[in-house]
DNA sequence: GCCAACGTTGGC
DNA sequence: GCCAACGTTGGC
């Protein structure tokens, strides 16, 4: 199957890209809306690359990439009783919820803002930037996924 | 902290 | 099945 690619957010107050890449590794647990789970759950494969974007944040915008490691496996934050996003209709037998495994591949030298993605008009059709867009698991197409580490490419070299 | 946009819940 | 009420997301 072919390569696909994503943008998923996550607030770096609770989990950065610098957490990722000490970690190397996440199951990216506690996804509680059903357009994103279905992404992870049908369309992720092993392999797929990963826009890490920082909401919340200031800026908002991707701070690096990453891949998906793992298919997704049942999130075991949806049974912890003490969880922020625990799920009671959830059982061990059926499950609700179910997370891929993230694999950190690089932090970008510069972050590319949320702005910088809105002013671009070669990015307009990035969900990311579509007014309203809360869903915290994207497709991303692959000229914009290249795009995008380009432009970090970019950011290096005028650095010299 | 504000609030627009969105998703979910539940009464009817 | 409709839709008002509510809770959450996330930029600003």
Known sequence: MAQKFWLMKSEPDTYSIDHLKKDQTTWWEGVRNYQARN????DMQVGDGVLFYHSN????????????????????SQFDKKSSVYDPKATKEKPNWFCTQVQFKAKFKNLISLNQIKVDERLKEMIVIKKGSRLSIQPV???????????DETEKKKKG
Do not use: E, R
């Open 39 to 42: 992404y992870m759950v049908k």
């Open 57 to 76: 944040a200031q800026p908002p915008g991707v701070a690096g990439l990453a891949f998906v490691s793992h298919l997704a496996v049942a999130d075991n």
């Open 141 to 151: 197409q692959k000229s914009d996924f290249d795009l995008i580490c380009g432009l």
